[in-house]
T-cell receptor, first 116, second 115 residues
Framework: EAQVTQNPRYLITVTGKKLTVTCSQN?????MSWYRQDPGLGLRQIYYSMNVEVTDKGDVPEGYKVSRKEKRNFPLILESPSPNQTSLYFC???????????????FGQGTRLTVV | AQKVTQAQTEISVVEKEDVTLDCVYETRDTTYYLFWYKQPPSGELVFLIRRNSFDEQNEISGRYSWNFQKSTSSFNFTITASQVVDSAVYFCALMFRDSSYKLIFGSGTRLLVRP
C-alpha cells in the first residue's frame, strides 16, 4: 500500500530538548516536504526536498532542520524546541514530472507536538 | 501574491441540508492546480479533488460537487444532503509550478453537521 508514515503520532516534550520526527514514504517519490498546521492559518510549508541531498526552506523554516540522506526518508529536526512550535505537523511526498498524476501530494497521518 | 481565502470559519447545518464551502484564490500564474482536502476529527488529511487551471468543467462525485470559475477565481465545494459523517475541517489549496511545488492552503472551514 502506498503510504507516508510519520512517527511519533503524538509527542509532548520540554523546551530545549532536541527531538526528531521521522517521515518515510514507499512510493519512490523524489519530492518530500514538511508542513505545520495552526488554527486559523491552515498549513504552511516548513522545508522541502527535491531529491537526495537537496533541501530548501519553505515559508516558516525558523527553528527547524531537515536532512535527506535517503530517498525514502525526510526527518524533521527541532534542535531546541520552544512552545511556539507546538503544532500539528504533516509530512508529504509527491512525484516530479509533468504528468497530472504527479500533482497529487500524499500526506502522512500527522504528528501532534506539544512543547511545554 | 499567491493566496487562498476561505472566508467561512465555521458552518453549522442540520443533517440533510445542502451546504456550500467557498474558496477564492489569487495567483499570477496561468498554470496551476486547485485541491480540496478533508480533515476529519481523527486529524489526517483526505484528498478529495484536484482540478487544473485549464479544466473548468464542474465535477460531481456522489453527494459532492465542485464549481470552478476562473472568471471569479473561485473553486467552491457543495455537499448535497449533508450527513453527520461530513463533519470535518475542509481545506482548499493551490499549487503552482515553481521550484518549491508547495501547496498554499486556505485557513480551513469547520463544518458541523447536526443530527
Amino acid at each position: 500500500e502506498a503510504q507516508v508514515t510519520q512517527n511519533p503520532r503524538y509527542l509532548i516534550t520540554v523546551t530545549g530538548k532536541k527531538l526528531t520526527v521521522t517521515c518515510s514514504q514507499n512510493m519512490n517519490h523524489e519530492y518530500m516536504s514538511w508542513y505545520r498546521q495552526d488554527p486559523g492559518l491552515g498549513l504552511r510549508q516548513i522545508y522541502y526536498s527535491m531529491n537526495v541531498e537537496v533541501t530548501d526552506k519553505g515559508d516558516v523554516p525558523e527553528g527547524y532542520k531537515v536532512s535527506r540522506k535517503e530517498k525514502r526518508n525526510f526527518p524533521l529536526i527541532l534542535e531546541s524546541p520552544s512552545p511556539n512550535q507546538t503544532s500539528l505537523y504533516f509530512c508529504a511526498s509527491k512525484g516530479l514530472g509533468t504528468g497530472e498524476r504527479n500533482t497529487e501530494a500524499f500526506f502522512g497521518q500527522g504528528t501532534r507536538l506539544t512543547v511545554v | 501574491a499567491q493566496k487562498v481565502t476561505q472566508a467561512q470559519t465555521e458552518i453549522s447545518v442540520v443533517e440533510k441540508e445542502d451546504v456550500t464551502l467557498d474558496c477564492v484564490y489569487e495567483t499570477r500564474d496561468t498554470t496551476y492546480y486547485l485541491f480540496w482536502y478533508k480533515q476529519p476529527p481523527s486529524g489526517e488529511l483526505v484528498f478529495l479533488i484536484r482540478r487544473n487551471s485549464f479544466d473548468e468543467q464542474n465535477e460531481i462525485s456522489g453527494r459532492y460537487s465542485w464549481n470552478f470559475q476562473k472568471s471569479t477565481s473561485s473553486f467552491n465545494f457543495t455537499i448535497t444532503a449533508s450527513q453527520v459523517v461530513d463533519s470535518a475541517v475542509y481545506f482548499c489549496a493551490l499549487m503552482f509550478r515553481d521550484s518549491s511545488y508547495k501547496l498554499i492552503f486556505g485557513s480551513g472551514t469547520r463544518l458541523l453537521v447536526r443530527p
